[in-house]
T-cell receptor
Framework: RKEVEQDPGPFNVPEGATVAFNCTYS??????FFWYRQDCRKEPKLLMS???SGNEDGRFTAQLNRASQYISLLIRDSKLSDSATYLC????????????FGQGTILTVHP | SQTIHQWPATLVQPVGSPLSLECTVE??????LYWYRQAAGRGLQLLFY??????ISSEVPQNLSASRPQDRQFILSSKKLLLSDSGFYLC??????????FGQGTRLTVV
């Protein structure tokens, strides 16, 4: 089993749609969780951290379920500029400092 | 503020030649440092990470090695490159439970 698993997509949605991405992780001792965004041929950039209580940043909402070892990202009112690959990231656990990325979910928002 | 420098941006090397990629971080002390590789159309593969000087954890057995000669310097090396070493190499840093931040990457083509 992969340490971090994501549905690779691709997700093709119209502008204004709501889209949700899911991610599961295998190490129950993992400590920190993040969503990154990667544009084509660029480095990944932090989108948001994920907290146990859930957190929101504008149109983006992240949720963490430690019992199910599940992380989600919800994007509301999709924009063309949201088209990118979204990466689920898990840090720590039995290997202190280790940062593991999921394979990424490709999102394309069309007019 | 913290910055990360990674160079060169692109590199074309013949099979069997050596490799040295350097990454430096400014504005912080004792960061966790990471080397990732991303093959075309694929996810990020963790190659090495370091939680301190002289402490290197290797994730994938291969013909690459990493060193951390100074607190904020991380070097990725190979004695003899293979065609399969082609890819997008990314260096990143983080502190504690905080997210990681990436350099702009080196696009390596082995010919």
């Amino acid at each position: 089993r992969k340490e971090v698993e994501q549905d690779p997509g691709p997700f093709n949605v119209p502008e204004g749609a709501t889209v949700a991405f899911n991610c599961t992780y295998s190490n129950s001792a993992s400590q920190s969780f993040f969503w990154y965004r990667q544009d084509c041929r660029k480095e990944p950039k932090l989108l948001m951290s994920v907290y146990s209580s859930g957190n929101e940043d504008g149109r983006f909402t992240a949720q963490l379920n430690r019992a199910s070892q599940y992380i989600s990202l919800l994007i509301r009112d999709s924009k063309l500029s949201d088209s990118a690959t979204y990466l689920c990231v898990v840090k720590g656990g039995t290997s202190y400092g280790k940062l593991t990325f999921g394979q990424g979910t490709i999102l394309t928002v069309h007019p | 503020s913290q910055t990360i420098h990674q160079w060169p941006a692109t590199l074309v090397q013949p099979v069997g030649s050596p490799l040295s990629l350097e990454c430096t971080v400014e504005g912080t002390s004792n960061p966790n440092l990471y080397w990732y590789r991303q093959a075309a159309g694929r996810g990020l593969q963790l190659l090495f990470y370091s939680v301190g000087i002289g402490q290197i954890s290797s994730e994938v057995p291969q013909n690459l090695s990493a060193s951390r000669p100074q607190d904020r310097q991380f070097i990725l090396s190979s004695k003899k490159l293979l065609l399969s070493d082609s890819g997008f190499y990314l260096c990143a840093w983080s502190l504690g439970g905080v997210a990681a931040f990436f350099g702009q990457g080196t696009r390596l083509t082995v010919v």
